[in-house]
């Protein structure tokens, strides 16, 4: 299961057998690559010597001769090349955990945030998307729910809503949760029947208890990466502006779609925000940038909205493979040439926002909310974000792209390193941590997590009449903070996280 979220630099570095010049020089280090090989053994060493080179961490790699780059295998070429960079991400040691920066306590030995990619994720982040629009999520042990349903998507005009009950897929019943140290069997043949499918046949209950059968073919549409978006008025003066953001995809396709949600937020006047940014993991950076600008108050333009840090030997001026390909002028790569100033849209002007966070909230949606913590009252709901401080510019290979971290963006008070994720309700992350309720659907007042945040414009205070946060420990069939978290993470399947570099290094 691939566990990314996004920032994105795309750059063009190809290698192919037939295009040797494009090829790392294996003379240029000093133990390096034969310059014989297959296509697949030149790929292995490319991976390994941009790794080398850009990696965030690269100063905890190996050499060549150690590593061994050739030596990876597996079922097939793409799965040996993430054998292979699933080992890179190993090395370097976070000294707040003992463990790699990027371990994934589900499945160790992973790469959290590395991963090799056949060119799907540069689709999904231009906003077209290959599949059935919808996302299955666990609310109990026993209780499998839609999590959320693009506009316009096969699930969509099969008439899906979040919150309907999943009670058979392809004919099967048994859909218990036994992921999490389980034995997953029934965990991976729901990932595979909606994520790794092209036909998919459902049977739903509904709020009202009916049953429905649907089946869907993937196909592909357009993403809308605002599902939704409307005001609540909470009296005394008091509007909530409410929107639903799951992709920050690129500004042509998200741009429209966020401006139209905030023209009808400050034509209705709007005095406070929440954004759901519970499923969303990442996207482009300067789309974050830009819902950054959209929310922050106008006060804050000219002012530092964060900084991206490289490596050593990038702000060294140390990059010959980049070099080879691309124009590169001495000192790109200091934070000082790599700081991003505030530049307000819009005229939407409030002091505080609420976001609405998960497990699955990854990379650009943290960077978004890293971004606003010293400039407003940010609050956050809901359970433990993933923890991706760090993105990635994709580097082509041959027909692939690879995606390692290459750099760490802290915002203007110079916070950052939340590899551990946000939690609701800590000191730095003020609000309120619940798991999350996927019964509803989005824009319901009476949804838990949008509730709390209703009620706290309106009154001061989390509490919402008639519902008590209480202890799951020891009841059946109910999931933990800690097992809603998990099952959301392992229910993304190849969703995407990450935050993508939307800068582009000129080609010679």
Known sequence: MRKIFYLVILLAVVVSSCKKSKTPAPDDTPIGPSKTGTTLDLIRDSIYLYAKEAYYWNDGLPDYATFKPRTFTGS??????????DALSQYKINPSTGKPYEYYPASPGEAKYSFIDDGTVSSELNGVNGDFGFAPIYAAVND????????????????????????????????????????????????????????????????????????LNATTYTTNPVITHKVFDQGTGK?????????????????????????????QGITDLVVDLRYNGGGFVNTAEYLSNLIVPAAKSGTTMYTAFYNTDLQANKYPLLSTIYDISPGDFLPVNNQVKFSKKGSLNISRVFFI???STASASELTINNLIPEMDVKLIGTTS?????????????????????????????????????????????????????TK????????????????????????????????AGKANVMSVDQSREAGIEMDGNKFRGMVFNKSLKKK
């Open 76 to 85: 097939d070429d793409i799965s040996a090349l993430q054998k292979e960079v």
């Open 441 to 472: 659907d989005f824009g319901d007042p009476t949804e838990l997590l949008l509730a709390y945040a209703l009620n706290y414009v309106k009154t001061g205070t989390f509490t919402v009449a008639g519902q008590v946060i209480q202890s799951t």
């Open 386 to 438: 993933y923890g991706k401080p760090v993105g990635f510019f994709g580097i082509d290979i041959n027909k692939y792209q690879l995606y390692v971290p290459e750099f760490e963006t802290k915002n203007s008070a110079t916070k950052g390193g939340y590899y551990a994720g946000m939690t609701p309700g800590s000191t730095d992350y003020p609000g309120l941590e619940h798991i999350d309720d996927v």
């Open 239 to 267: 509007k909530v502006g409410y929107i639903v953001f799951n992709s920050f995809t690129s500004m042509a396709n998200a741009q429209p779609k966020l401006d139209e949600a905030f023209t009808d937020f400050n034509t």
């Open 144 to 215: 499998l729910r839609v999590r959320y349903v693009y506009p316009n998507s096969p699930a969509d005009l099969a008439g899906l809503k979040r919150g309907y009950q999943i009670t058979s897929i392809n004919g099967r019943t048994n859909l218990a949760y036994d992921g999490n140290g389980g034995a997953g069997t029934n965990l991976n043949f729901v990932i595979n029947a909606y994520a790794n499918s092209s036909t998919i046949t459902m049977v739903l209950k509904k709020p009202d208890a009916t049953n429905i059968t649907v089946t």
């Open 357 to 359: 966070v998960t497990g």
